[in-house]
Structure formats: C-alpha cells, structure tokens
C-alpha cells in the first residue's frame, strides 16, 4: 500500500507538471494573432496582409509552399504577441556578404551572379535538397568585391583555358581529375547548375592540360551547335479566319460544342513509338461527327534520353510518324508540346534551335504527305522562372525560347505560331492588377511578345482557358491566383478573349478545356483540370452561351 500511495503522488506530481507544461503553450499561442482562412486566402496574400516574411509564417505553422489551406483554417501570425522575433539574417563569415531573395530567383542564378556555384551557395547557407528559396530570406554569398567564394578556387587564368567533350560514362568529378581541380571548381567554370547531368557531346572549359592532348576523336553529330535544318517543302499555308475550337478528354460533349460554335476539336497524342493508324479513328471520329481535328503530339516521357542521344534519328522517326497522322487527315498538327521546359524535353538540351531541327524534319514530312495538314510549332509554357538569365540547365523563359526559334529560321517550317495562355485571373483585356509587371499574365502583352517575335506568321492558340474552383474545393497554392475566379467571370472573360483575338491575327483558338474531370488540389499533387472545365459538375455550361454570342450567334 505505501508503495501505492508513494507511485500515486508521483503520480500527482507529473500531471501536475504537465499541465504547467499545456498552459504555458497556450498562453504563448494565446498572446499570438490568428488569422481565420477565408475564401480566396492564399499563404501569400495572408504573409503580405500581416507584413510578415512568407517564410515565417511557413514555418510557425508547420507548413510549405505546397501546403494547402481551406476556409476556417486558423494561420498564427509570427512575430505577434508573447513569442520571439523573427529569424535573424545569417551572420556572414569573412570574405562573405548577404543577399536578400528577390521575386524569380533561384539558387543557381544566385550563385552565378556571385561567381559561385549553386552547391557552394547551398554550403554556406546550411540548404538541402530541394533548396526552394522565398522572397525576403536572407543568403549568404560571396563578396563581389575580389577573390573567389569560400572553398572555390580562383578562376583559370583565361590564356590557360582549353576545353573537353564529355564522352560516354564521364562524370564532372572524373573529368576534374584529370586536370587538377574540384568538380565544384569546374562546375563553376563552366556555370553548370547540376553537376549530375552532363550530356554527351557537350564541351566544358578546362584548364590547359598538363601534356599534349591526343588528336580528338570526332565529335558526335549533335554536339555544338546543331546543322542548319533542310530547306522547307511547299505545302499550303494556314489561310482562313478565326475559327474556334476546345480540347476534349472524350467525345461526349458534342452538343455543347456545337452550342458554342466550335469547328475544331484538339486532342493530345504521347507518342513512344506507336503507329499513326492506333489514332485513325480519333480522325474519323471527328470527321463523321463534323469537326475538323488537331492532333497535339508530344513524346512519352522515355523518349527524352534517346534525344540526348541521338536526336536525329528520333527526329526522323517522330517526323514519319506524323506524316502518317497527316496521310489519314488530320487537318492540323502541333509538333510536340512545351518544348521550354524539363518536363516536356530533356535538361541539358533545352534551346529553340535544337526543337528547330525537329520542326523541320516534322513541317516537311508533314508536307510531303498531306499538303493541307496545318502545321503548328510547339506552344512554350508561359514563364519567367529563369528570371534575367532567360535559360537554366532544366529549361527557358518563353520569350528568351521563342528568339532562338527565330533565330534558328523556325519560321519556314511552320504555318502557325502555337502559343499556350492559361493563367489568367484577369479580364483578358487587362494590362495591369497582376502581382507583377510581367507579360505572362496579361494576355496584350503575351500576344504582342508573339506577334512581335514572328510578324507575318498567324497565331494558333492550342491552349487557352481560365481556372475556377466554384464547385469544387479551393484551389492549391499553385493556382491560387484562381481561387477568386467564378465559372460567371470564366465565361464572360472567354467571350472577351474570343472579340480580343479575333483582331490579333489568330487563326485558331482552342479552349482549355471543355469535359475535363480530373481534379487534384493537396499537398501531394496540384493539377486541377477540371477546373478549366466549361462544362461543369453540375452539367452547365455558362460558358458556352457567351462563346456562342462572341461566334455570332
């Protein structure tokens, strides 16, 4: 019994404890101010309403950038009431100065400008994988003011530069080796982002080496710049009006479309090595059911290490697997899919002239076979996530791509100029009211980007819509832009973009999207495409009156 009793009071003792313990933690949280999710609340917004660091708030409540939050959600603001202050900057070791995270950065870019590597950047900084950085954290980084970053090496002298073509099995640390220095120093030399990817073919700067090198072997014949494209065979032209069009999961929507005074219907090929007559029917469909079609072709993923390797010949099969689609009718092509980014082509080999080489082989076995196949180039994705260096090692901004297709002569191998606009929250006319100044979020300002880049040329839009989560949960961070949309405002700003295209030299419009069901807005995935939908859960489809008045009825 008085063991009892003695195990009771200790007992006692340690509930008593911790509820000293809760108290504290409550008074603490108690003394800080919250903030009730309402709808339309993004991180963001909420982090600028309270003047605090996007960060911060981040890390308070145990959240990411890819963390989603729902109407009555309670967000704690740092930095409010009982608690500390806000994380201190970094003190800055000698050699050494700060630098604050601007809108659009990135590690690498950061490191460039620095003269440093991303990997020495993310040492000094204590960052990890995947080093996502936020407007308004404070870096360490090299001073500008002389001398190399901290544990980088000075530079080669330029006299004393030679170069490498990386060969079949190399690595960065391998080929450093070889002349003396880290893979961090060559990674700098060569301002290479990722030392885990190299590519083939691809010449590095280097130190001059200790001997006489051995007579080159010859370079693989994707290496360098790529060869002039062939001349381009004639072919009819994109002439004609405005026509309008959606793109379909199904054809289930017939009447629909045909309400909205829709010719056209697209729908997406992932080719890995299929034969044209598989999607034979998709063209037969759309011809006994009365629409003209457009086939957006784009590689299945596996493709993208055959074009590291050998994009010519992947070239020549995709061209002649095209030529096929053309043979059984289709009466336009866009030859692949947002060429400017990681996701649709491979790191390393990401440049408007490299898709030129494809677009031509594509244009002129499209030609060959059906002289009357509209021929699309490849809408970019609309971005400025590569900041003032226009191009990294996983892709482009849009308007640095486009000026090298041009450059490249891309405009003989296409009859229209394909051209992506899906994150609009604003009435299609708008010019200002984004969170920045930048083009891809005015719809003016796209179109003129594109006009501009390739005058003369039509514009085909193969993908154009606007996102709203009515009937659905609110929208992820990602597309948080869209959580204010309604399907009403969707459908009268889709009438606007029809009356604003209409006198912008277009000759396609193609919405994104019309039956569209799949829906995912979690912290594990954000791809809400049915919220693009014009016709929505519940059956309606506002959007398509509006289309119908903006046709002419």
Known sequence: MQETGATMRRLIVLLLSLLALISLGTATVAAQQVHIVQRGDTLTNIASRYGVNLADLLVTNGMTMNSVIHRGNQIVIPGTGGGGSAPSAPSAPTGTTTYTVQRGDFLALIAINHRTTYIELARLNGLTEPYILHSGQTLIVPSMGGGAAPG????????AYS???????????????????????????????????????????????PEPPPAPAPAPADAGAPPPPPPPVAGASASGGFELGGQVAHFNKVNEMRNSRMTWVKRQVRWGGQSADDFKSWIDHAHGLGFRILLSVVGDHNIHGRIASNPGQVYNEFAGFLAGLARHGADAIEVWNETNIGHEWPHGHINGANYTQMLAAAFNAIKSARPATMVISAA?????????AGCGHDGCNDDAYIRQMA??????????????????????????????????????????????????KPLCFTEIGYVSPDGFQPLCNNFAWGNTTSVGEQAEWLRGTVNYLRGQNTRLMIVW?????????????CDPQAGYAIVRPDGSCPACNTLRAAMGG
């Not at 980088?152 to 006299?159: D, L, R, T």
């Not at 970019?380 to 003032?388: F, K, L, N």
């Not at 999207?513 to 995935?525: A, I, L, Q, R, Y």
């Open 152 to 159: 980088v090496g000075a530079p080669v002298a330029p006299s």
């Open 163 to 209: 170069t490498y073509t990386v060969k079949s099995g190399d690595s960065l640390a391998e080929i450093a080796a070889k002349y003396s220095m880290t893979y961090i120093e060559l990674a700098r030399l060569n301002n290479i982002e990722n030392p885990d990817t190299l590519y083939i073919g691809q010449v590095l700067t280097v130190p001059g080496p």
């Open 380 to 388: 970019p994705s609309p971005t400025g996530y590569w900041g003032g």
């Open 407 to 456: 450059a490249a002569g891309a405009a003989n191998y296409m009859d229209c100029v394909g051209v992506h606009w899906n994150n609009g929250f604003l009435p299609p006319t708008a010019t200002t009211g984004g969170p920045n100044a930048h083009y891809s979020y005015y719809l003016p300002a796209l179109t003129a980007l594109y006009r501009s880049t390739f005058p003369g």
């Open 513 to 525: 999207n019309v039956d569209f069901t799949h829906w995912v807005s979690t912290d594990f995935g």
